[in-house]
């Protein structure tokens, strides 16, 4: 009688981590969405804006419902629309850093800036925040094959984009003059959370995490660094020549308005 013989057992692979950055994702999403509402509840915001504003609006915020799409296809098993939606993401980049610019430039060209930032320092690290969220999601699809760097690269460039969100939700007029220093150490919580969350579950940090904090710190210490040294309030003069942001000290504190504070208005 043919016996069978025995195969070693081999354990089920290990659960992923994509429960983690499932919910990351829907958080994100949240802190987002919440940030844009509450100005828009509070009289802050309008949607009798420019088409720029809109198309800003509708870049970013499509970004949005891609990233947490994707997180969505990743922990159903849905493989096959992640790769074909992560190539439309690749595209979607494009217009995101072309309003990302746009829209800083009219802010500052028409005196706009909100009065907790310096006038220099927001042209400066607005466009900054973009590209690094730019650049850590290229590396991140560069990375796609090896998905434990791609997934939190991901994160990381996302990351970037709380950083406005937070702007909206937390209040930065009493928090000047570090108002942007605020925004960017709330937005930084959750790739320390994710780092956290390897801690607990593996015993150690994946070093994705420390690349992509690095690159965060980095966008951070670089805008500050332009900001106040001679390369800021010539930049700004050069945006803003001939247009009432002219009209502003690049490194001075505007005075809040007399009326209420409407932005989107650019």
Do not use: K
């Amino acid at each position: 009688m043919a016996t069978v013989a025995e195969r070693p057992f081999v354990p089920a692979p290990e659960v992923g981590d994509e429960r983690f950055f499932l919910r990351g994702a829907i958080v994100m999403t949240i802190v987002i969405v919440s940030g844009f509402a509450f100005q828009y509840l509070m009289g802050r915001s309008t949607f009798a804006s420019p088409l720029r504003v809109h198309l800003h609006a509708w870049f970013f915020m499509g970004w949005v419902g891609i990233y947490l799409l994707q997180n969505v296809f990743v922990a159903t098993g849905r493989m096959h629309l992640h790769r074909r939606l992560g190539w439309i993401a690749v595209a979607w980049l494009v217009p995101m850093i072309v309003m990302g610019f746009v829209v800083t430039v009219e802010v500052v060209r028409r005196g706009y800036v909100p009065f907790f930032f310096r006038p220099a320092q927001f042209l400066i690290f607005d466009p900054a925040t973009v590209l690094t969220f730019a650049g850590l999601t290229i590396a991140a699809v560069v990375m796609r094959r090896r998905t434990e760097w791609h997934r939190r690269l991901h994160f990381c460039g996302m990351s970037m984009l709380l950083i406005p969100a937070f702007g909206r939700l937390l209040p930065l007029p009493l928090l000047q003059p570090f108002a942007w220093e605020a925004a960017f150490a709330a937005a930084m919580l959750f790739p320390i959370a994710g780092a956290w969350a390897d801690v607990y579950r593996s015993g150690h940090v994946h070093p994705a995490w420390w690349r992509g904090m690095i690159v965060m710190i980095l966008s951070l210490l670089l805008s500050e660094g332009l900001t106040f040294s001679p390369f800021g309030p010539a930049a700004y003069a050069a945006i803003a020549a001939g247009s009432p942001g002219a009209r502003i000290a690049p490194l001075e504190f505007a005075p809040p308005p007399a009326g209420p504070l409407i932005t989107g208005r650019h």
